[in-house]
Protein backbone atom coordinates (compact mmCIF):
# COMPACT_ATOMS: atom_id res chain seq x y z
CA UNK A 1 0.00 0.00 0.00
CA UNK A 2 1.64 3.19 -1.25
CA UNK A 3 0.76 6.30 1.20
CA UNK A 4 -1.72 8.35 0.16
CA UNK A 5 0.43 11.46 -1.46
CA UNK A 6 2.17 9.24 -3.88
CA UNK A 7 -1.47 7.89 -5.19
CA UNK A 8 -2.09 11.48 -5.35
CA UNK A 9 0.84 12.45 -7.54
CA UNK A 10 0.52 9.67 -9.54
CA UNK A 11 -3.15 10.43 -10.31
CA UNK A 12 -5.83 8.12 -9.56
CA UNK A 13 -9.58 7.50 -10.68
CA UNK A 14 -12.98 6.61 -9.37
CA UNK A 15 -14.42 4.42 -11.77
CA UNK A 16 -17.77 2.87 -11.92
CA UNK A 17 -17.63 -1.01 -12.99
CA UNK A 18 -20.91 -2.35 -14.57
CA UNK A 19 -21.40 -5.74 -15.13
CA UNK A 20 -21.59 -9.00 -12.88
CA UNK A 21 -18.83 -10.49 -12.24
CA UNK A 22 -17.11 -7.25 -10.07
CA UNK A 23 -15.81 -10.17 -7.46
CA UNK A 24 -13.68 -11.80 -10.23
CA UNK A 25 -12.33 -8.63 -11.41
CA UNK A 26 -11.01 -7.95 -8.25
CA UNK A 27 -9.57 -10.99 -7.72
CA UNK A 28 -7.63 -10.83 -11.00
CA UNK A 29 -6.81 -7.30 -10.18
CA UNK A 30 -5.31 -8.94 -7.47
CA UNK A 31 -3.37 -11.39 -9.09
CA UNK A 32 -1.73 -9.02 -11.50
CA UNK A 33 -0.91 -6.65 -8.55
CA UNK A 34 -3.10 -4.08 -9.86
CA UNK A 35 -3.91 -1.87 -7.06
CA UNK A 36 -7.56 -1.10 -5.99
CA UNK A 37 -9.31 0.36 -3.06
CA UNK A 38 -12.35 2.21 -1.88
CA UNK A 39 -14.44 -0.81 -3.71
CA UNK A 40 -18.23 -0.25 -2.34
CA UNK A 41 -21.31 -1.76 -4.37
CA UNK A 42 -24.55 0.04 -5.31
CA UNK A 43 -26.29 -2.92 -6.38
CA UNK A 44 -25.86 -6.67 -8.31
CA UNK A 45 -24.66 -4.57 -11.07
CA UNK A 46 -22.77 -1.50 -10.58
CA UNK A 47 -19.68 -0.81 -8.62
CA UNK A 48 -17.24 1.74 -7.71
CA UNK A 49 -13.62 1.52 -7.12
CA UNK A 50 -10.52 4.13 -7.28
CA UNK A 51 -7.42 2.68 -9.34
CA UNK A 52 -4.10 4.30 -10.30
CA UNK A 53 -3.87 6.08 -13.02
CA UNK A 54 -0.99 3.79 -14.92
CA UNK A 55 -3.20 0.77 -13.51
CA UNK A 56 -6.12 1.80 -15.30
CA UNK A 57 -5.15 0.80 -18.66
CA UNK A 58 -3.57 -2.63 -17.83
CA UNK A 59 -7.41 -2.87 -16.92
CA UNK A 60 -8.63 -3.00 -19.65
CA UNK A 61 -7.80 -6.77 -20.76
CA UNK A 62 -9.31 -7.70 -17.32
CA UNK A 63 -12.69 -5.72 -18.18
CA UNK A 64 -12.65 -8.11 -21.58
CA UNK A 65 -12.25 -11.03 -19.41
CA UNK A 66 -14.94 -10.70 -17.16
CA UNK A 67 -17.26 -9.01 -19.40
CA UNK A 68 -17.48 -5.35 -17.21
CA UNK A 69 -17.70 -2.01 -18.83
CA UNK A 70 -15.99 1.31 -17.05
CA UNK A 71 -17.15 4.78 -16.64
CA UNK A 72 -14.80 7.15 -14.88
CA UNK A 73 -16.76 9.48 -12.22
CA UNK A 74 -13.92 11.35 -11.05
CA UNK A 75 -10.19 12.26 -11.68
CA UNK A 76 -7.68 12.84 -8.88
CA UNK A 77 -4.16 13.70 -8.87
CA UNK A 78 -1.15 15.53 -10.00
CA UNK A 79 -1.43 14.69 -13.74
CA UNK A 80 -5.10 15.93 -13.52
CA UNK A 81 -4.47 19.26 -12.05
CA UNK A 82 -1.62 19.84 -14.63
CA UNK A 83 -4.24 19.56 -17.46
CA UNK A 84 -6.29 21.87 -15.40
CA UNK A 85 -3.40 24.00 -14.83
CA UNK A 86 -2.77 24.35 -18.73
CA UNK A 87 -6.17 25.68 -18.87
CA UNK A 88 -5.48 28.52 -16.27
CA UNK A 89 -2.31 29.28 -17.43
CA UNK A 90 -3.29 33.42 -16.31
CA UNK A 91 -3.53 32.03 -12.38
CA UNK A 92 -0.39 29.99 -12.66
CA UNK A 93 1.67 33.00 -13.98
CA UNK A 94 -0.29 34.90 -11.68
CA UNK A 95 0.91 32.63 -8.91
CA UNK A 96 4.52 32.84 -10.28
CA UNK A 97 4.62 36.40 -10.21
CA UNK A 98 3.55 36.56 -7.28
CA UNK A 99 6.23 34.24 -5.89
CA UNK A 100 9.11 36.37 -8.11
CA UNK A 101 7.42 39.58 -6.18
CA UNK A 102 7.83 38.20 -3.22
CA UNK A 103 11.09 37.09 -3.64
CA UNK A 104 12.18 40.41 -5.29
CA UNK A 105 10.54 42.75 -2.33
CA UNK A 106 12.02 40.36 0.55
CA UNK A 107 15.81 41.38 -1.35
CA UNK A 108 15.25 45.22 -1.33
CA UNK A 109 16.69 47.34 1.52
CA UNK A 110 13.75 49.26 2.66
CA UNK A 111 15.28 51.02 5.77
CA UNK A 112 18.77 51.99 6.26
CA UNK A 113 19.66 52.41 10.06
CA UNK A 114 22.51 54.55 11.00
CA UNK A 115 23.82 52.99 14.77
CA UNK A 116 26.16 54.71 17.66
CA UNK A 117 26.68 58.00 15.65
CA UNK A 118 27.33 61.00 18.08
CA UNK A 119 29.71 63.17 16.42
CA UNK A 120 29.58 62.18 12.38
CA UNK A 121 26.20 63.72 11.06
CA UNK A 122 23.57 60.67 10.06
CA UNK A 123 23.22 62.07 6.89
CA UNK A 124 27.15 61.99 5.96
CA UNK A 125 27.14 58.18 6.67
CA UNK A 126 24.17 57.65 4.98
CA UNK A 127 25.49 59.38 1.92
CA UNK A 128 28.47 57.83 2.09
CA UNK A 129 26.41 54.40 2.06
CA UNK A 130 24.69 55.22 -0.53
CA UNK A 131 28.00 55.86 -2.68
CA UNK A 132 28.69 52.35 -1.59
CA UNK A 133 25.65 50.83 -2.64
CA UNK A 134 23.46 50.78 0.36
CA UNK A 135 20.14 52.65 -0.56
CA UNK A 136 16.74 52.45 0.21
CA UNK A 137 15.19 51.01 -3.00
CA UNK A 138 18.11 48.98 -3.94
CA UNK A 139 18.50 45.43 -3.91
CA UNK A 140 20.06 43.58 -1.31
CA UNK A 141 21.37 40.69 -3.80
CA UNK A 142 23.59 42.35 -5.81
CA UNK A 143 25.50 43.90 -2.69
CA UNK A 144 28.98 42.98 -2.25
CA UNK A 145 30.48 40.62 0.53
CA UNK A 146 29.74 42.39 4.21
CA UNK A 147 32.86 42.94 4.72
CA UNK A 148 33.87 44.40 1.72
CA UNK A 149 31.32 47.21 2.31
CA UNK A 150 32.63 47.65 5.90
CA UNK A 151 35.83 48.59 4.61
CA UNK A 152 34.79 50.76 1.84
CA UNK A 153 32.85 52.58 4.68
CA UNK A 154 36.01 52.86 6.96
CA UNK A 155 37.91 54.37 4.23
CA UNK A 156 34.77 56.58 3.47
CA UNK A 157 34.25 57.82 7.21
CA UNK A 158 37.93 58.45 8.63
CA UNK A 159 36.20 59.69 12.28
CA UNK A 160 34.88 56.03 12.55
CA UNK A 161 37.41 53.77 14.15
CA UNK A 162 34.89 50.18 13.33
CA UNK A 163 32.07 50.58 10.91
CA UNK A 164 29.82 47.32 11.18
CA UNK A 165 27.53 46.38 8.32
CA UNK A 166 24.51 43.58 8.36
CA UNK A 167 21.58 42.71 6.77
CA UNK A 168 18.44 42.38 8.94
CA UNK A 169 16.21 40.89 6.76
CA UNK A 170 15.18 44.30 4.64
CA UNK A 171 16.87 46.69 6.95
CA UNK A 172 20.36 47.70 6.13
CA UNK A 173 22.31 48.23 9.91
CA UNK A 174 25.47 50.55 10.04
CA UNK A 175 26.69 50.50 13.20
CA UNK A 176 29.77 53.18 13.74
CA UNK A 177 32.26 53.37 16.21
CA UNK A 178 33.39 56.71 16.66
CA UNK A 179 37.21 57.80 17.07
CA UNK A 180 37.37 59.50 20.30
CA UNK A 181 39.62 62.48 19.80
CA UNK A 182 41.23 64.22 22.85
CA UNK A 183 40.02 67.29 23.35
CA UNK A 184 42.43 70.18 22.18
CA UNK A 185 43.60 72.00 24.92
CA UNK A 186 42.49 75.40 24.64
CA UNK A 187 45.30 77.83 24.12
CA UNK A 188 45.75 80.48 26.52
CA UNK A 189 47.28 83.77 25.28
CA UNK A 190 49.65 85.81 27.70
CA UNK A 191 47.44 87.00 31.17
CA UNK A 192 47.79 87.38 34.43
CA UNK A 193 45.66 86.65 37.39
CA UNK A 194 43.90 89.50 39.40
CA UNK A 195 41.47 89.41 42.41
CA UNK A 196 37.67 89.02 41.67
CA UNK A 197 36.81 90.49 45.16
CA UNK A 198 38.20 91.99 47.99
CA UNK A 199 39.44 89.13 50.16
CA UNK A 200 42.11 87.54 52.38
CA UNK A 201 44.07 85.27 50.90
CA UNK A 202 43.52 82.07 52.25
CA UNK A 203 45.61 79.49 50.04
CA UNK A 204 47.20 80.35 46.51
CA UNK A 205 48.50 77.83 44.57
CA UNK A 206 50.77 78.93 41.85
CA UNK A 207 51.32 76.63 38.19
CA UNK A 208 52.29 79.39 35.89
CA UNK A 209 53.43 83.09 36.58
CA UNK A 210 54.86 84.25 38.83
CA UNK A 211 53.18 84.46 43.14
CA UNK A 212 52.75 88.02 44.13
CA UNK A 213 51.00 87.82 47.16
CA UNK A 214 51.09 85.03 50.08
CA UNK A 215 48.48 83.78 52.25
CA UNK A 216 46.92 86.10 54.96
CA UNK A 217 47.93 89.36 52.42
CA UNK A 218 44.95 91.12 52.44
CA UNK A 219 44.10 92.48 49.03
CA UNK A 220 41.18 94.90 47.13
CA UNK A 221 39.00 93.95 44.23
CA UNK A 222 41.59 94.12 40.83
CA UNK A 223 45.33 93.70 42.84
CA UNK A 224 47.59 90.92 41.17
CA UNK A 225 47.64 87.88 42.12
CA UNK A 226 49.60 85.99 40.13
CA UNK A 227 52.13 88.25 37.74
CA UNK A 228 52.02 86.63 33.69
CA UNK A 229 55.26 88.18 33.24
CA UNK A 230 58.74 86.63 34.12
CA UNK A 231 62.00 86.58 33.73
CA UNK A 232 64.19 89.55 34.48
CA UNK A 233 62.48 92.79 34.71
CA UNK A 234 64.09 94.59 32.23
CA UNK A 235 63.11 91.80 29.41
CA UNK A 236 60.00 90.54 31.10
CA UNK A 237 58.32 87.09 29.18
CA UNK A 238 54.79 87.25 29.31
CA UNK A 239 53.03 83.87 29.78
CA UNK A 240 49.82 82.11 30.44
CA UNK A 241 49.46 82.57 34.26
CA UNK A 242 47.62 80.26 36.09
CA UNK A 243 46.58 79.17 39.40
CA UNK A 244 44.05 78.76 41.95
CA UNK A 245 43.65 81.78 44.74
CA UNK A 246 41.51 80.84 47.77
CA UNK A 247 40.31 83.89 49.62
CA UNK A 248 38.10 84.73 52.55
CA UNK A 249 35.54 86.96 51.64
CA UNK A 250 33.47 88.59 54.41
CA UNK A 251 29.53 88.92 53.64
CA UNK A 252 27.05 91.31 55.77
CA UNK A 253 23.41 89.99 55.08
CA UNK A 254 20.33 91.29 56.32
CA UNK A 255 17.14 88.92 56.59
CA UNK A 256 13.74 89.27 57.57
CA UNK A 257 11.57 86.80 58.62
CA UNK A 258 7.71 87.13 59.81
CA UNK A 259 6.61 84.42 62.74
CA UNK A 260 2.94 84.59 61.16
CA UNK A 261 2.94 81.48 58.66
CA UNK A 262 -0.65 81.67 56.33
CA UNK A 263 -0.96 77.37 56.02
CA UNK A 264 -3.76 76.12 53.36
CA UNK A 265 -5.05 72.66 55.18
CA UNK A 266 -6.76 70.69 52.65
CA UNK A 267 -10.23 69.42 54.80
CA UNK A 268 -10.58 66.57 52.18
CA UNK A 269 -14.28 67.96 50.22
CA UNK A 270 -13.66 68.07 46.53
CA UNK A 271 -15.71 69.11 43.42
CA UNK A 272 -14.77 67.79 40.13
CA UNK A 273 -15.19 69.60 36.73
CA UNK A 274 -14.82 67.75 33.36
CA UNK A 275 -14.09 69.59 30.28
CA UNK A 276 -13.61 68.55 26.48
CA UNK A 277 -11.22 69.95 25.32
CA UNK A 278 -11.83 71.04 21.68
CA UNK A 279 -8.66 73.14 19.66
CA UNK A 280 -8.19 74.94 23.02
CA UNK A 281 -11.86 75.47 23.37
CA UNK A 282 -13.27 74.07 26.45
CA UNK A 283 -16.68 72.42 26.91
CA UNK A 284 -17.98 71.99 30.27
CA UNK A 285 -19.44 68.24 30.43
CA UNK A 286 -19.07 67.15 33.86
CA UNK A 287 -19.74 69.40 37.47
CA UNK A 288 -23.03 71.25 37.08
CA UNK A 289 -23.76 70.44 40.86
CA UNK A 290 -23.93 73.43 43.49
CA UNK A 291 -20.48 74.36 44.10
CA UNK A 292 -20.84 73.38 47.75
CA UNK A 293 -17.32 74.92 49.13
CA UNK A 294 -16.10 78.47 49.52
CA UNK A 295 -12.48 78.44 49.65
CA UNK A 296 -10.23 75.92 47.22
CA UNK A 297 -7.30 75.63 45.42
CA UNK A 298 -7.55 74.31 41.97
CA UNK A 299 -5.81 70.95 40.55
CA UNK A 300 -5.92 70.61 36.75
CA UNK A 301 -4.83 67.54 34.47
CA UNK A 302 -5.04 67.32 30.95
CA UNK A 303 -5.20 64.31 29.04
CA UNK A 304 -4.77 64.82 25.61
CA UNK A 305 -5.52 62.13 22.63
CA UNK A 306 -1.88 61.24 21.18
CA UNK A 307 -0.43 58.33 19.28
CA UNK A 308 3.08 57.93 19.70
CA UNK A 309 4.89 60.93 19.13
CA UNK A 310 1.61 62.57 17.43
CA UNK A 311 -0.55 65.19 19.45
CA UNK A 312 -4.28 66.08 18.81
CA UNK A 313 -5.94 68.97 19.88
CA UNK A 314 -8.61 66.35 21.12
CA UNK A 315 -8.57 66.06 25.00
CA UNK A 316 -10.27 66.22 28.42
CA UNK A 317 -9.39 68.40 31.13
CA UNK A 318 -10.34 66.86 34.52
CA UNK A 319 -9.99 70.11 36.82
CA UNK A 320 -10.79 69.14 41.25
CA UNK A 321 -11.60 72.00 43.28
CA UNK A 322 -10.05 71.21 46.79
CA UNK A 323 -11.62 72.55 49.82
CA UNK A 324 -9.13 74.11 52.26
CA UNK A 325 -9.12 76.02 55.22
CA UNK A 326 -6.35 78.57 55.59
CA UNK A 327 -4.75 79.00 59.23
CA UNK A 328 -2.27 81.41 60.40
CA UNK A 329 0.36 80.09 62.27
CA UNK A 330 2.82 81.50 64.60
CA UNK A 331 6.54 79.86 64.60
CA UNK A 332 8.78 80.43 67.49
CA UNK A 333 11.41 82.82 67.57
CA UNK A 334 14.27 80.34 67.21
CA UNK A 335 12.40 78.61 64.57
CA UNK A 336 12.23 82.22 62.87
CA UNK A 337 15.97 82.60 63.37
CA UNK A 338 17.42 79.39 62.00
CA UNK A 339 14.92 79.87 58.25
CA UNK A 340 16.36 83.47 58.55
CA UNK A 341 20.10 81.85 58.75
CA UNK A 342 19.76 79.74 56.00
CA UNK A 343 18.44 81.95 53.64
CA UNK A 344 21.22 83.90 54.26
CA UNK A 345 23.50 81.29 53.80
CA UNK A 346 21.56 80.61 50.78
CA UNK A 347 22.11 84.04 49.37
CA UNK A 348 25.90 84.04 50.31
CA UNK A 349 26.13 80.38 48.50
CA UNK A 350 24.32 81.95 45.48
CA UNK A 351 26.66 84.60 45.33
CA UNK A 352 29.94 82.80 44.81
CA UNK A 353 31.40 80.68 42.29
CA UNK A 354 30.65 76.86 42.79
CA UNK A 355 33.72 75.07 45.09
CA UNK A 356 33.29 78.29 47.50
CA UNK A 357 32.04 77.23 51.03
CA UNK A 358 31.24 78.82 54.42
CA UNK A 359 33.77 79.09 56.95
CA UNK A 360 32.58 81.11 59.81
CA UNK A 361 29.20 82.54 60.23
CA UNK A 362 27.91 84.91 63.54
CA UNK A 363 24.92 87.05 64.04
CA UNK A 364 25.62 90.62 64.41
CA UNK A 365 22.62 91.73 65.60
CA UNK A 366 19.31 90.52 65.94
CA UNK A 367 15.29 91.89 67.16
CA UNK A 368 11.83 91.22 67.23
CA UNK A 369 9.17 94.16 65.71
CA UNK A 370 5.86 93.68 64.68
CA UNK A 371 5.56 89.48 64.90
CA UNK A 372 8.90 89.95 62.59
CA UNK A 373 12.56 88.62 63.09
CA UNK A 374 15.13 91.07 61.94
CA UNK A 375 18.75 89.55 61.45
CA UNK A 376 21.79 91.05 60.58
CA UNK A 377 24.71 87.91 59.81
CA UNK A 378 28.32 88.59 59.12
CA UNK A 379 29.61 85.50 57.12
CA UNK A 380 33.13 84.14 56.21
CA UNK A 381 33.45 82.12 53.28
CA UNK A 382 35.39 80.72 51.20
CA UNK A 383 35.71 81.18 47.39
CA UNK A 384 38.16 81.50 44.54
CA UNK A 385 38.84 85.13 43.46
CA UNK A 386 41.07 84.02 40.89
CA UNK A 387 39.97 86.58 37.81
CA UNK A 388 42.16 85.95 34.30
CA UNK A 389 43.09 89.58 32.68
CA UNK A 390 45.16 89.46 29.48
CA UNK A 391 48.46 91.19 29.23
CA UNK A 392 47.83 93.75 26.52
CA UNK A 393 51.37 93.57 24.89
CA UNK A 394 52.40 96.97 23.53
CA UNK A 395 54.27 97.21 21.00
CA UNK A 396 57.73 98.68 20.56
CA UNK A 397 57.96 97.94 24.36
CA UNK B 1 -1.27 -38.34 2.02
CA UNK B 2 1.29 -35.80 1.43
CA UNK B 3 -0.77 -33.07 2.26
CA UNK B 4 -1.84 -34.61 5.80
CA UNK B 5 1.74 -35.30 6.70
CA UNK B 6 2.98 -31.77 5.70
CA UNK B 7 0.22 -30.55 8.30
CA UNK B 8 0.57 -32.44 10.73
CA UNK B 9 4.39 -31.38 10.68
CA UNK B 10 3.18 -28.06 10.63
CA UNK B 11 1.45 -28.59 14.21
CA UNK B 12 4.21 -29.67 15.62
CA UNK B 13 6.26 -27.15 14.91
CA UNK B 14 3.68 -25.27 15.61
CA UNK B 15 3.80 -26.83 18.80
CA UNK B 16 7.91 -26.66 19.94
CA UNK B 17 8.75 -23.32 18.21
CA UNK B 18 5.62 -21.67 19.55
CA UNK B 19 4.59 -19.24 16.51
CA UNK B 20 1.24 -18.29 16.80
CA UNK B 21 -1.20 -20.17 14.46
CA UNK B 22 -1.64 -17.90 11.17
CA UNK B 23 1.66 -17.56 10.46
CA UNK B 24 2.10 -21.97 10.34
CA UNK B 25 -1.41 -23.17 9.38
CA UNK B 26 -2.15 -20.38 6.42
CA UNK B 27 -5.39 -19.32 8.75
CA UNK B 28 -6.83 -16.10 8.91
CA UNK B 29 -5.87 -13.24 11.38
CA UNK B 30 -8.84 -10.63 11.99
CA UNK B 31 -8.64 -7.32 13.65
CA UNK B 32 -11.18 -5.32 14.04
CA UNK B 33 -11.58 -2.01 15.98
CA UNK B 34 -15.34 -1.91 17.31
CA UNK B 35 -17.76 -2.61 14.42
CA UNK B 36 -16.51 0.35 12.25
CA UNK B 37 -12.91 -1.05 10.83
CA UNK B 38 -12.17 -4.81 10.23
CA UNK B 39 -8.50 -5.72 8.99
CA UNK B 40 -8.07 -9.65 7.17
CA UNK B 41 -4.70 -11.11 6.23
CA UNK B 42 -4.49 -14.79 5.21
CA UNK B 43 -7.61 -14.48 2.49
CA UNK B 44 -7.55 -16.26 -0.88
CA UNK B 45 -9.79 -13.78 -2.74
CA UNK B 46 -12.91 -12.59 -2.90
CA UNK B 47 -16.14 -14.61 -3.61
CA UNK B 48 -19.23 -12.03 -2.98
CA UNK B 49 -19.12 -8.71 -2.51
CA UNK B 50 -22.35 -6.39 -1.73
CA UNK B 51 -22.37 -3.52 0.29
CA UNK B 52 -24.14 -5.79 3.28
CA UNK B 53 -22.26 -8.88 2.64
CA UNK B 54 -18.57 -10.07 1.79
CA UNK B 55 -17.64 -13.22 1.24
CA UNK B 56 -13.54 -14.33 0.89
CA UNK B 57 -12.05 -17.88 0.29
CA UNK B 58 -9.98 -18.79 2.93
CA UNK B 59 -7.37 -22.09 2.58
CA UNK B 60 -9.86 -24.01 4.24
CA UNK B 61 -13.40 -23.37 3.98
CA UNK B 62 -14.82 -19.45 3.70
CA UNK B 63 -15.78 -16.24 5.88
CA UNK B 64 -18.69 -14.55 5.67
CA UNK B 65 -19.06 -10.52 7.16
CA UNK B 66 -22.02 -9.18 7.26
CA UNK B 67 -22.91 -5.65 7.88
CA UNK B 68 -24.48 -2.73 6.20
CA UNK B 69 -22.88 -0.07 3.95
CA UNK B 70 -19.60 -2.39 3.52
CA UNK B 71 -16.49 -0.57 1.73
CA UNK B 72 -13.60 -2.56 0.46
CA UNK B 73 -11.34 0.03 2.00
CA UNK B 74 -7.76 -1.58 0.60
CA UNK B 75 -7.23 -4.68 -0.81
CA UNK B 76 -4.07 -7.17 -1.13
CA UNK B 77 -3.73 -10.33 -2.48
CA UNK B 78 -3.46 -11.71 1.03
CA UNK B 79 -5.02 -8.62 3.08
CA UNK B 80 -8.14 -6.79 3.52
CA UNK B 81 -9.58 -3.99 5.38
CA UNK B 82 -13.12 -3.21 5.69
CA UNK B 83 -14.91 -0.09 7.02
CA UNK B 84 -18.57 0.14 7.55
CA UNK B 85 -20.91 -1.34 10.25
CA UNK B 86 -19.82 -5.06 10.73
CA UNK B 87 -23.09 -6.90 12.38
CA UNK B 88 -21.64 -10.58 12.14
CA UNK B 89 -18.77 -12.97 11.04
CA UNK B 90 -19.27 -15.84 10.21
CA UNK B 91 -16.83 -19.20 9.24
CA UNK B 92 -18.36 -21.74 6.56
CA UNK B 93 -16.37 -24.94 6.91
Known amino acids: MQHRWIKWFNGYLVIMIKGKRVERLINLALHKKIEIWQISRFDEQRGRMSIQLIDF ?123 IIPEEKQVLGPQHIVAKKSAVIHDIFTTHGKQMVRPNDFVKKGDLLISGLIGKEESPVAVAAKGVVEGEVWYETEAVIPRLKKQAIYTGEKHRNIYLRLWGYELKIWGFGELAISKYEIEEENHMLHWRDKQFPVGIKVEDLLECEFKQIKISTEEAVATAKEAVKQDVLAKMKTGGYIKEEKVLHQREENDKVYIKMHIIAIEDIALEKPIIIQQGD | ?82 EGKVSGVQFIE
Open chain 2, 1 to 82: MKNIWGRHLRKIAAKILDLPADVTMEMPRITMIGQIHMYIENHRGVLQFSDKELRLLLTKGQLLVRGEKLVIRAILSEEVLI
Open chain 1, 57 to 179: FRLKPLLKETGCRTRIISKHGFPFLLTKLRKRYAFVGGFLAFLCMLFVLSNVIWSVEVVGTEKIPKSQVLEMAKQVGIQEGKLSLFLDDPDKIKARLMEKIPDASWIGFRMNGTKAEIRVVEK
